[in-house]
C-alpha cells in the first residue's frame, strides 16, 4: 500500500476516535466552492482533479457533458480554448456555440471568470506581430478583462480557484475550567493605535491574486503603496486603477 494512503488512513482513524470519544471535537466540513471547466478540447489533461480539483474546489468539465450544464451552480468558471476568433465573438456579443453562449453568460451573470494566460491566442504573437494589428486583436481581450475576467497563469489556477476561503481549526470539544482571575492591578489600556497619515503608508497583501476591490479598498484606507507577495497574480483591470490612483505596487 502506498506509504502516503496508509498515513493518511491512520490520521483519519485517529481523528474519528478523537472525535467519538469526545476529546476532538468535530469540525463541520468546509463546503467546497465548484468551479467549471470551459474549453473546446479534450479535456483528461486540461481539468483533470490533479491540475484544479482539490477538497475545496471540486471541478466540472463542461465539454465532458456535452456543454449541457447550468452556469449558476457554478462559483467561478476557467474558460480556455480562447482563440483570437472566440475572443473577437465573445468581446461582441457573437454566442453561435455553446462553448461561447456558456462563457459569454459566466461574464453576463457576474460570475468570477478566469481566463488561463497560456490559452489566449494573442498573447502569444506580443512579440512578433505587426502592433497595429496585435493592438486591435488585444483590444477585445481588455474588453473581457474590463468586465471583471481574470487572467491567471496556467501554474496559479489552482491557487486562484481556492483563494479566499478559510478552512476551521480543529478545537477541544471540552474546556478545562478558568482558574480565577488574580486580582490586577489596574492600569490604563494603551490608547489605539492610529495609522499614520504618511504618503509612504504601505498595505502589506497576503493574498496571491489581486483584483481592483483589492486597490480600492487600500484607496479608500488612504494607503499609497501596497506590499505584494511573492509571485503575485494581478489582473489588469487591478494594474489600471492602482495607476489612475497612484497606488504603487511593490
Same mark, same amino acid.
Given at each position: ?8 488512513? =491512520?490520521?483519519?482513524?485517529? @481523528? ?9 471535537? #468535530?469540525v463541520a466540513p468546509v463546503e467546497p466552492r465548484k468551479a467549471l471547466v470551459l474549453t473546446e478540447e479534450h479535456c483528461g489533461e486540461t481539468c483533470s482533479m490533479e491540475n484544479y480539483g482539490s477538497e475545496l ?6 465539454? #465532458?457533458?456535452?456543454?449541457?450544464? &447550468? $452556469? ?13 476568433? &472566440? /475572443? ?13 453562449a456558456l462563457a459569454a453568460e459566466a461574464i453576463l451573470k457576474g460570475k468570477r471568470v478566469i481566463m488561463v494566460k497560456e490559452c489566449v491566442e494573442i498573447l502569444k504573437y506580443a512579440e512578433t506581430a505587426p502592433?497595429? /494589428? %496585435? +493592438?486591435?486583436?488585444?483590444? +477585445? ?30 478545537? *477541544?470539544?471540552?474546556?478545562?475550567? !478558568? #482558574?480565577?482571575?488574580?486580582? #490586577? $492591578?489596574? !492600569?490604563?489600556?494603551?490608547? *489605539?493605535?492610529? @495609522? ?6 504601505? /498595505? $502589506?497583501?497576503?493574498?496571491? $491574486? ?6 480600492? =479598498? =487600500?484607496?479608500?484606507?488612504? %494607503?499609497?503603496?501596497?506590499?505584494? *507577495? ?6 489588469? /483591470? ?13
Open positions: 500500500m502506498d506509504m502516503d494512503l496508509l498515513i493518511e488512513l =491512520a490520521v483519519r482513524a485517529v @481523528k474519528a476516535y478523537l472525535e467519538k470519544d469526545g476529546t476532538l471535537a #468535530a474546489c471540486k471541478v466540472d468539465c463542461a465539454l #465532458a457533458q456535452n456543454y449541457e450544464v &447550468n $452556469v449558476d451552480d457554478y462559483d467561478v468558471v476557467v474558460v480556455r480554448s480562447m482563440t483570437n476568433s &472566440n /475572443l473577437f465573438k465573445i468581446a461582441n456579443g457573437c454566442t453561435d456555440n455553446k462553448f461561447l502592433k497595429a /494589428l %496585435y +493592438n486591435n486583436i488585444y483590444k +477585445n481581450l481588455q474588453i473581457l478583462l474590463d468586465s471583471g475576467v481574470e487572467l491567471v497563469e496556467e501554474e496559479n489556477v489552482k491557487t486562484a480557484l481556492t483563494d479566499g476561503i478559510e478552512v476551521p481549526a480543529e478545537v *477541544p470539544a471540552t474546556k478545562a475550567p !478558568e #482558574a480565577p482571575a488574580p486580582v #490586577a $492591578v489596574k !492600569e490604563e489600556a494603551p490608547a *489605539p493605535a492610529v @495609522k499614520a497619515e504618511s504618503n509612504d503608508s504601505v /498595505l $502589506v497583501l497576503t493574498k496571491r $491574486v489581486v483584483t481592483e476591490r483589492d486597490i480600492k =479598498a =487600500a484607496a479608500a484606507q488612504h %494607503y499609497t503603496k501596497i506590499q505584494l *507577495p511573492d509571485k503575485p497574480v494581478i489582473t489588469y /483591470l487591478a494594474k489600471d486603477t492602482a495607476f489612475d490612483l497612484g497606488i504603487e505596487l511593490l
